[in-house]
Structure formats: C-alpha cells, structure tokens
C-alpha cells in the first residue's frame, strides 16, 4: 500500500493563468514565500499562455493589455521591459453594408444617411435614464435610441451571449460598452470624434512571444509551482486538498482563480453552495485561426452583428504581432464564434465564406495554416441569478478562509490589468491574515 504524500504551505493557489501567478508574483514581492500554486494542466499560463504551431504563434484570441490602473502599468512595464508595445486600435463594425468605426454609437457620421437622421432624433428625445434599468436590453434602448439598439446592440450582442438581451442584467457593462454623453453622440453625425473613444482606444502588447510573454515574465518570479496537479477534491474545515484523489495539501488560507462553479463542485459537504452554483452559466466561444498567403491591410479587430455570419469578431494577429507569422506577405487571423460549433471542415467553409463576403479573403487566397480552440467559460452571463449567487458564494467561501480572485475566479466580466489589481490586493491582505 503506497502512503500518500502530505504537503503543508501556509498559501495555496489554485490555477497558474495570469491571476494565479500574479498572486504568487506579489506574495514573493511581499516577502512571503510559503506558498504552493497547482496547475491542472502540463503548463502555466491559462488562456493567457501562447501556443506555438508550425512557425505561428498565437493566443486564445484577442489577449490584449488594457492598462488603465497605475498598479497595472507599473507591474506589466516593470515585467516586460522594452519588451513591450503601445498601439492604437483599428476597429469598426460590419453593419449592413456600413464600414462604421467603433465605437459604433460616437461614429454616426458613418452611417447611411437615413438610419443617421433616424438615430440622430431619437437621441434627441431620450429621457433620462433611471436609477436602476431593468436589464440589458432597456439600458441599451435608453442609452442609444432604439434605432441604434437594432442597428448594432441587439444585434451583436444576442450573438455574442446566445440570448435575448431582457436576461441580462447591466452590471458587466461599465467600461466595456461605452456609454458618452448624448451631445457627443450627436455631434458624431456631423464630425469624425477628434479622438478614439472607449476603454481600448490603445493597448499594450509584447513585441516578441505572444501574451506568453507576459505569463513567462511572471513565472520566472514564482518558485512554489506544480503544473499536471489538479486538485480533485477540497475539504474547508479541515484547510485540506487532494491532488489526483492520491496526495493531500494542507493549508491556511486558500486562493482560488479556477471558475467558481468548478471550484464549488471540488468541495466535501456544502450542498447548499452546490445547489446555488449550478445556477451559474457562461456562454462559451471557439477561436478559429487561419493563416493566408497574403498581406491584407491591417486592422485590430471587427465586429459582425449580422447573424449570416457564423463569427461575431475577427482580429488580426499580426496587425500587433508581426512576429507571429513566420514570413511576410502573411496575415494570421483569430475569428471568434460564439458557442462550440464542430470543428469540421463544413464549419470551416462556412467561416471562409464569411471571410470572402466581407472582403477579408479572397477566393484565389492560399490557407497556410489553421487551429482551433475553446473557451468553455468565456463570458460569464450576467442575469438575475448571477446577481444573487455570486455575492453569497464568495461571502461564504471567505469566512472559510477561501478567497476568490480574476475573471473566473470571482465569476465576472474583466480584464488582464483587474486581474493583476486584484491579485496584489489579496496578497496584500493574505500577509495580514
């Protein structure tokens, strides 16, 4: 009979993505080093980790940096170096024929003239909004206007979450659908923005080696690392996990960045927990990345409301990353679809048929390289049950000593700079404890 193997650490991680690794990153900055990070898979770095193909390179889609926190800046730039790039966005949306740049709703000059007038007086008789909207699809309405709703909002994002809008709520919504002032919506029917608007108007992104790059950076700080250690079982009050079902980890305080219902489902006991997490949803997506033999124009990213289209978004790889094709006179795509279509050569037609309609291929183009990839839990769904769920899980969880951290960690809508925030304010609080 083989004896299991018994580990103690004061800390224990769950998950070596970005938000993992910047918890350890900033606890061994904080001088606490009695820590033990598992990692299911044979590799770190979650979907930030950049897979390497056949001389391409390329991320789970669109991983960008979007650095709006001091914190964020400071730690990625201290991280990368000069390994590091600045760029402005390129995008629009595909409407109806209409090349309109993005953000949509502060780009009304570019739309056909009558939906123009159409969406310009209905901002003028907007009422203010109220305290609360009742969800999603009336914040929208009163926002923008109904003509716009239908134009884009409805459109695109009824792809993207595979549901009607009345069943989200509005509480993901902040930086990510930019909201201006209505006079600014206005006077884009007349004038081009003097400037990008939105939270992306620029980002970062390593000149060589992907997002990797900065996943790499982080765990070269690391030490306490385990990669093909997934935990299959946890027990709170007894601060104890089960790696494989056949090595015990006892712990004090426990860092969770898996997604919370999976995290909910490892405990022992807690069937009310359970009960409460399976009313927790995500709307899956899969990445499709095509390489042509051909230089397009560059561009960041476009979006396709039109549900003709089996994708919602398409970037291009190496518009920021020139370095992840590995000759010229190659564009390297990431399309996204929402939900998980079979990986078949049928879907594949379809996308390249896609791709020829809107002028982003054409038919004598040559496929050098293709691959897929899914995001289970891409988009976590913001509707009433997440609103009542979530709060009482992570309150629970905590008075465990089990704290919960990043996108799928706390089950929300973020980015890479938030994740790095809130995985150095644990930190800072874990030293504490």
Not at 377 to 396: D, E, G, K, T
Request: proline share 7%; hydrophobic share 40%.
């Amino acid at each position: 009979m083989v004896t299991p193997k018994i580990t103690h650490t004061r800390t224990l991680i769950l998950g070596g993505g970005i938000t993992g690794l910047a918890t350890a990153y900033a606890l061994e900055e904080l001088g606490c080093r009695d820590y033990l990070l598992l990692e299911a898979k044979d590799h770190l770095g979650g979907l930030c980790a950049t897979t390497y193909v056949n001389g391409y390179h390329f991320d789970y889609g669109g991983h960008l940096l979007h650095l709006h926190s001091q914190l964020g800046k400071t730690l990625v730039k201290k991280l990368l170096g000069k390994n590091l790039a600045q760029h402005t966005r390129h995008a629009w949306v595909y409407s109806n024929g209409m090349h309109v740049p993005y953000p949509f709703q502060t780009n009304l000059w570019a739309l056909h003239p009558e939906l123009r007038a159409l969406c310009v007086e209905e901002l003028k008789q907007l009422q203010n909004m109220p305290a609360a909207p009742e969800h999603f699809e009336d914040w929208c309405i009163r926002s923008f206007g109904y003509a716009l709703y239908e134009a884009f909002f409805r459109p695109y994002n009824e792809k993207l979450w595979g549901r009607p809008l009345r069943e989200l709520t509005c509480e993901w919504c902040g930086p990510f659908v930019p909201a201006p002032q209505r006079g600014e919506m206005l006077q884009s029917a007349t004038q081009k923005p003097a400037a990008p608007q939105g939270y992306n108007a620029t980002f970062y992104y390593p000149r060589h080696g992907g997002c990797g790059a900065l996943v790499e950076a982080l765990a070269a700080h690391v030490k306490n690392t385990r990669t093909n250690a997934p935990v299959t079982r946890l027990n709170l009050a007894a601060k104890t996990a089960w790696i494989n079902d056949r090595e015990t980890v006892t712990f004090e305080q426990l860092v969770s960045t898996i997604p919370l219902p999976q995290l909910v489902n490892l405990l022992q006991g807690h069937d009310e927990l359970k009960r409460a997490a399976l009313q927790l949803e995500a709307q899956p997506i899969t990445v499709y990345h095509l390489a042509i033999a051909r230089e397009v124009p560059h561009f960041s990213w476009i979006y396709f409301p039109d549900a003709a289209q089996p994708f919602y978004r398409v970037g291009m790889q190496n518009s920021f990353d020139p370095g992840s094709v590995p000759e010229k006179d190659t564009s390297l795509f990431y399309i996204e679809l929402p939900g998980l279509p079979p990986h078949t050569p049928e879907t594949e037609e379809k996308i390249w048929n896609g791709l020829h309609q809107k002028g982003l291929v054409d038919s004598d183009d040559v496929k050098l390289f293709s691959a897929w990839q899914t995001l289970p839990y891409a988009y976590v769904i913001f509707n009433q049950a997440r609103s009542q769920v979530v709060p009482a899980l992570l309150a629970a969880l905590e008075k465990e000593n089990c704290f919960c951290v990043g996108r799928y960690g706390r089950w929300e809508y973020s980015f890479i700079d938030k994740s790095l925030t809130q995985a150095w304010d644990l930190a800072g609080k874990l030293t504490t404890l």
